[in-house]
């Protein structure tokens, strides 16, 4: 396993591969690695012949200058794991590899970046896009790998790679969950074991939704329904409980003529703010 930390030295390595035509695939992630982030590992090893981890806690996508502070780092840990792994080659910049000056150009997705995440982080996916825009151009991968727990994410990214002609694909991989339900995050770290079980209920919300609509009840009853379901929480501050088209990120109140669906939630347990989400696809 190779650990560098420059753009230049990056490319310069990967170089060798991809003149050959072998596949790379990259893994972009914020650290802190959890079994989520090694199900896109194991996917990229699976699918390419070179993987390589990006491990950077991205300032350009926090509105909350706490949120970013707070965020764990343990970056010794995660090199440890990926290197039992056989990760081929781990890229750990600082601020000034990816930002050496004051970042004035950004990735506008336009709308539907300004909704569910985009309302309540302000200039989030602009970051987001930014940075992830660094990093395939960096990398040149063949395959790049998002987890879909942060769906928004996943589809604005793929948009993005459509729509500037990036020539990679962006694959999406389902969320890893706890036992208990619970979508692993690198931020549960932050939770007690409380909090772990009263964030449980987030997905319990979100599977009343998925049952009611196999059993033929309205959405929009269903979501009124689970936002009663989170109120009787008092541990549970919800921000957002939206439907959505993931087509074109448009709310939606029936599954109607739908070929997919996706029911987004954010909110805050124990002052953590956690996103999960359920995503079906209709025949």
Do not use: W
């Not at 890229?91 to 990816?98: K, N, S």
């Amino acid at each position: 396993m190779q650990i560098l930390s420059t753009p230049i030295e990056l490319s310069k390595s990967l170089k060798k591969y991809s003149s050959k035509g072998n596949s790379i695939g990259l893994v972009p992630t914020m650290g802190a690695l959890h079994q989520g982030h090694l199900e896109l590992i194991s996917k990229s090893k699976n699918e390419n012949d070179v993987t390589v981890v990006s491990i950077f806690v991205n300032p350009t996508q926090f509105n909350n200058s706490e949120d970013f502070n707070n965020y764990p780092r343990p970056l010794e840990e995660d090199l440890s794991e990926l290197n039992r792994l056989n990760v081929d080659y781990v890229f750990t910049p600082d601020d000034v590899a990816l930002y050496p000056k004051k970042q004035t150009v950004f990735i506008d997705f336009g709308t539907p970046a300004r909704v569910m995440e985009g309302e309540f982080r302000p200039g989030h996916f602009d970051g987001v896009g930014t940075v992830v825009s660094k990093l395939l151009h960096i990398v040149s991968p063949s395959r790049a790998y998002f987890g879909l727990k942060d769906l928004q994410q996943f589809l604005l990214i793929r948009r993005m790679c459509v729509e500037l002609n990036f020539p990679v694909g962006i694959i999406g991989v389902k969320t890893v969950r706890e036992r208990s339900g619970l979508a692993m995050s690198s931020r549960n770290q932050r939770l007690s074991e409380r909090g772990k079980e009263v964030a449980a209920n987030i997905y319990k919300g979100l599977k009343k939704i998925e049952e009611g609509i196999r059993s033929g009840n309205q959405l929009n009853y269903l979501l009124e329904t689970s936002r009663i379901f989170y109120s009787k929480i008092d541990e549970i501050e919800v921000e957002y409980l939206e439907a959505i088209d993931p087509s074109n990120l448009h709310s939606v109140t029936s599954c109607q003529n739908l070929k997919e669906l996706a029911v987004c939630f954010a909110g805050y347990v124990e002052g953590v703010r956690l996103i999960d989400n359920l995503y079906l696809q209709f025949k």
